[in-house]
């Protein structure tokens, strides 16, 4: 698996080695692991600045409406990233940590109806499956993402309308 095969070479693994002796120590260089850290924290500071991750730009004519609008937009969008949705610097902290490692990622952002707000989470890029021929997203016929969810997170969507209220007797993999 090439993302076990990153890991390793990463330097995180705790493995006595058997070259070139028994017992030896298997040790790796760090730059790898320096190179995707540098990455992923060069990335989220300019991904997700103190002030927030969402600039408007104006089209047309700026007006005094339109730089008006343009502000409750974006001061807006950013208090979502920022305060509504906790988990939004989390998220894409994971997300470039696994850019940088293995060089796809994906970034979900949904109206959860259990949570009653938007969430955004990371999906790595062996959970999501498209077709090979599709262009891109947007034309793509189909794509899933395939997770784990719990009884639990079952219940709560059969409460809230969102899944068909029926017996759930283990936990399954569900496919969006």
Known sequence: ?????????????????????????GATHPVLA????????????????????VRTVIMGTQTQEKLDQSNRVRQFLNWQTQTQMP???????KM???????????????????????ITEFIKAQDFYVDYYASDLETAERYTHKYLISKNEIKKMQLAGVFRDMDVDVDYTIEQ
Do not use: M, W
């Open 34 to 53: 320096q190179a995707v850290v540098k990455f992923q924290a060069k990335t989220y500071k300019e991904l997700f600045p103190t002030e927030g991750p």
């Open 87 to 93: 988990e939004y610097g989390p998220e894409l902290d």
């Open 1 to 25: 698996n090439i993302a076990e095969e990153g890991v390793t070479l990463l330097g995180f693994t705790d493995e006595q080695g058997d070259e070139p002796f028994p017992g030896a120590c």
């Open 96 to 118: 470039l940590f696994h850019v940088a490692l293995y060089g796809t990622s994906f970034k979900k952002t949904y109206f959860n109806p259990a949570l009653q707000r938007p």
